[in-house]
């Protein structure tokens, strides 16, 4: 089992900049993908970015490329997501996630199916 636990979410003017952590227990946190999404309200739950075991490969969703930055520190359990020139589009609770790190591929990694543990959620909100 893993625990994730958010932290960071709040609210920001359009333009700002917020840092949300994921802070994880449990099984070895270097063995897991780790992912954000993000669930606006009549949406999908979103794929926002993610990141392999190492942090050396990542991947994100087209509409925060350029804006958001994931990182992790293993030593610390944790993994984070930088997120700059917020936009309103941005409002949502967001959401951090795990699944095993067996080499898959970018693709399986945007799927919220393809993750088996998840943290509760953290509500960032953005007024325009």
């Known amino acids: 089992q893993v625990q994730l636990v958010e932290s960071g979410g709040g609210l920001v003017q359009a333009g700002g900049s917020l840092r949300l952590s994921c802070a994880a227990s449990g099984r070895a946190f270097s063995n897991y993908v780790m992912g954000w999404f993000r669930h606006a309200p009549g949406k999908e739950r979103d794929f926002v970015a993610a990141l392999n075991w190492s942090g050396r490969s990542t991947y994100y969703a087209d509409s925060v490329k350029g804006r958001f930055t994931i990182s992790r520190d293993n030593a610390k359990s944790t993994v984070y997501l930088q997120m700059n020139s917020l936009k309103a589009d941005d409002t949502a609770v967001y959401y951090c996630?795990?699944?095993?790190?067996?080499?898959?591929?970018?693709?399986?990694?945007?799927?919220?199916?393809?993750?088996?543990?998840w943290g509760q959620g953290t509500q960032v909100t953005v007024s325009s």
């Open positions: 996630a795990a699944r095993y790190d067996d080499g898959s591929n970018y693709f399986t990694w945007t799927l919220p199916r393809k993750y088996d543990y």
